[in-house]
Nanobody, 124 residues
Framework: QVQLMESGGGLVQAGGSLRLSCAAS????????MAWFRQAPGKEREFVAA????????VYANSVKGRFTISRDNAKNTLYLQMNSLKPEDTAVYAC?????????????????WGQGTQVTVSS
């Protein structure tokens, strides 16, 4: 019942920053953990970050710890990913997802609603 749509992607030079947004429509956004995943051309989808239903708990992939911050504003039905110190290897399509579980998970199989993704390209 929840539909998701990402925005905020674009082209940025290495070392720069972007903030991605994920707008949710429908019912139940605030009741579930949310996450960001990414997929680069020719590579498998990988977990980026997840956040609990009210934002009290977060988990990050080791590759983005200290550089990315996941947050949410349940009053606005929106999930965010602040990306700093971007590297060329961060280039990928970034998608947001809603979990089917009560706690944040890193497996894509634990998420039952997905956005279509937004392209992030980091140049060197």
């Amino acid at each position: 019942q929840v539909q998701l749509m990402e925005s905020g992607g674009g082209l940025v030079q290495a070392g720069g920053s972007l903030r991605l947004s994920c707008a949710a429509s429908g019912r139940g956004f605030s009741n579930y953990p949310m996450a960001w995943f990414r997929q680069a051309p020719g590579k498998e989808r990988e977990f980026v970050a997840a956040i609990s239903s009210i934002g009290g708990s977060t988990v990050y992939a080791n590759s983005v710890k200290g550089r990315f911050t996941i947050s949410r504003d349940n009053a606005k039905n929106t999930l965010y990913l602040q990306m700093n110190s971007l590297k060329p290897e961060d280039t990928a399509v970034y998608a947001c997802a809603k979990a089917r579980t009560t706690l944040p998970r890193i497996s894509a199989y634990e998420y039952d609603a997905w956005g279509q993704g937004t392209q992030v390209t980091v140049s060197s």
